[in-house]
């Protein structure tokens, strides 16, 4: 009996070159977006009040670095990301892992989860205002509304995903319900954890920009309103590129953490 392996031919690009093909293909629309900017600034298609030019928002963006006044504005917002973040999907998981367990849970909490989860968070600002002032307690509670739901609905989602012949199995082996949930329940329902857990950061840093664009005197979100206020637009820019960098490298963070607790589900060779 012929046995045929298949292997790599010589036209098969090696991983380095695949990953940086894929990086280029991702640079492809950026630079083109950055070309037709510096276009339309040189060539005054509109004032350079309403569009500053790419070498100007470069050297305001070098200028509030050397201040510090960047650093100063992204670490005050990336301290109340964490801390709301952390409540946030700390709670989700809790609500989502009793939700996905207990089916009386379930039915008491998941009506009243539901009709909380339609209203967008910044639609809670106003009633948090009035009962927790405008101080950093609002941001944090804001924050973290922005991480629970992501975190519920995927937690339960992920732990009703598991089939329920592993369960038995465990059942079988005589394991308590701690060691069904630690290994069992919980591994199976990583991937949809961590979906969870990166739809709830990207809730919570969208969420922190909109709270601090209403009520704030320091964040990049702040930023933003200080420069449109004072007509600052290459301010304004800067600001949006660093929320947009930041998120950026947080999501592929969480994206390589995840790739990495799970290197036992990559398929053997």
Known sequence: MTVFVETAGEGTPSPWRRRLALGLMGAIFPAAFLLLWWVASERGWLAEQILPSPVYVYGTARDMIVTGELLYHASVSLRRVVMGFAFGAAAGLGLGIAMGLSRRVEDYVKPLFLAFAQIPTLGWIPLLMLLVGIDETLKVIVIAK???????????????????????????????????????????????????????????????????????????????????????????IVAMIVIGLVGFAMDKGLDRTETLIQRWKREEI
């Open 146 to 236: 922005g991480a629970l739901v992501p975190m519920v609905v995927n937690t339960y989602a992920g732990i009703r995903g598991v089939s329920p012949k592993y369960i038995e199995v465990g059942h079988a082996l005589r394991f308590s319900d701690w060691q069904i949930l630690r290994f069992i329940v919980l591994p199976g329902a990583i991937p949809s954890i961590f979906t969870g857990i990166r739809y709830g950061l990207t809730h919570s840093w969208t969420s922190l920009v909109g709270v601090e664009l209403l009520a704030s005197s320091e964040g990049l979100g702040y930023l933003l309103v200080w420069g449109r206020q004072m007509f600052w637009l290459d301010t304004v």
